[in-house]
């Protein structure tokens, strides 16, 4: 499996962006995936976790209603609309599948390389 994530950039608060991630899985693969950041000095955090179907989805506290999180089965990508952008938002963010589980988390066996999103405020 491996994922390229994108769309990272700056922006000024209250700005918005939009990352993709598109996976290259095997054929007839099911699979959660979602998104983790690393932001500067500190631990690596979810942010948010969408199921095959798109049926069950879930949000870190501190990005529910600003961001949403979809996917494009017929293309393998997922994206994530984020808006009202804050500086605390600013991170790589990475693109995280797990065929296992109806919600990425650390152990999480696939990881994408990350891609870096700057807020200005």
């Known amino acids: 499996v491996q994922l390229q994530a994108s769309g990272g950039g700056l922006v000024q608060a209250g700005g918005y962006l939009r990352l993709s991630c598109v996976a290259s899985v095997p054929t007839s693969s099911t699979y959660t995936m979602g998104w983790f950041r690393r932001a500067p000095g500190k631990e690596r955090e979810f942010v948010t976790s969408i199921s095959w179907t798109g049926g069950t989805i879930d949000y870190a506290a501190s990005v529910k209603g600003r961001f949403t999180i979809s996917r494009d089965n017929s293309k393998n990508t997922m994206y994530l609309q984020m808006n009202s952008l804050e500086p605390e938002d600013t991170a790589v963010y990475y693109c995280?599948?797990?065929?296992?589980?109806?919600?990425?988390?650390?152990?999480?066996?696939?990881w994408g390389q990350g891609t870096l999103v700057t807020v200005s405020s």
């Open positions: 995280v599948v797990d065929p296992a589980t109806w919600r990425v988390g650390e152990q999480s066996p696939y």
